[in-house]
C-alpha cells in the first residue's frame, strides 16, 4: 500500500509539472473569480464550479482525467510566491486537494496545477473508477504572496494552510 501512495505522489508530482490542458467548463463564468482582488494583500475565492466534460487519458492501472479553468486572478505573482487552496464537493462532501477520495467503484486521487491564468484540476482513477461527472464541484482561494506572509506571521504554515478544511479556510480567509 505504501508503494501505491508513493507512486501515485511520485506521478501527481510529475503531472503537476508536465500537464496543462483547456477543455470546456459547464459555468461560463469560469474565468471570473466572484471575488475580485483589490489590492496586493487580498484573497480572491471563486464559486463552486462543476465541469461538463473531462479530458481522459487511459494508462495501464489507471486512468488520468484533467480539466482547466481559465482564472485571470492567478497572476505570475500568485503561480510563483502566493498559494491557491483547491476544494471538491460531491454533495455534502468537502475534500482538500490534493486528496483521496473511495468511491462505490473504485477511488480517485484528486490533485491540481497552478499556472499564470490558468488552474488544472486532475483525478487519477483506479479500480475502474467512473469518470467524474459534473456532480463533481471545485472552489479555490487564490492567496497574494503579502496575504501569505501575513497568514504565516499568524501561525499558518503553508503546509497548514493546505490541509485546512473548506470550513477553516473560508472562515480564515474570509
Given amino acids: ?42 484573497t480572491t475565492a471563486s464559486s463552486w464550479k462543476a465541469f461538463s466534460n473531462w479530458s481522459a487519458e487511459p494508462q495501464e492501472k489507471y486512468t488520468v482525467y484533467s480539466n482547466t479553468i481559465n482564472a485571470s486572478s492567478i497572476s505570475a505573482a500568485v503561480a510563483s510566491k502566493g498559494l491557491v487552496l483547491v476544494y471538491k464537493k460531491t454533495g455534502s462532501n468537502i475534500i482538500a486537494l490534493p486528496g483521496e477520495e473511495k468511491g462505490s467503484t473504485g477511488s480517485y486521487f484528486w490533485y491540481y496545477q497552478v499556472s499564470q491564468g490558468k488552474l488544472s484540476i486532475t483525478a487519477d482513477a483506479y479500480d475502474h473508477a467512473a469518470a467524474p461527472g459534473t456532480e463533481q464541484n471545485f472552489k479555490y482561494f487564490i492567496l497574494s504572496a503579502e496575504k501569505l506572509d501575513e497568514l504565516q506571521g499568524k501561525g499558518y504554515s503553508k503546509a497548514e494552510l493546505m490541509t485546512l478544511t473548506y470550513e477553516n479556510a473560508a472562515a480564515i480567509l474570509k
Fill in 1 to 42: 500500500m505504501n508503494k501505491k501512495k508513493l507512486l501515485v505522489w511520485a506521478f501527481g508530482a510529475a503531472m503537476m509539472v508536465t500537464a496543462c490542458r483547456k477543455n470546456d467548463v459547464l459555468n461560463n463564468t469560469a474565468s471570473a473569480p466572484a471575488a475580485a482582488a483589490t489590492s496586493a494583500d487580498t
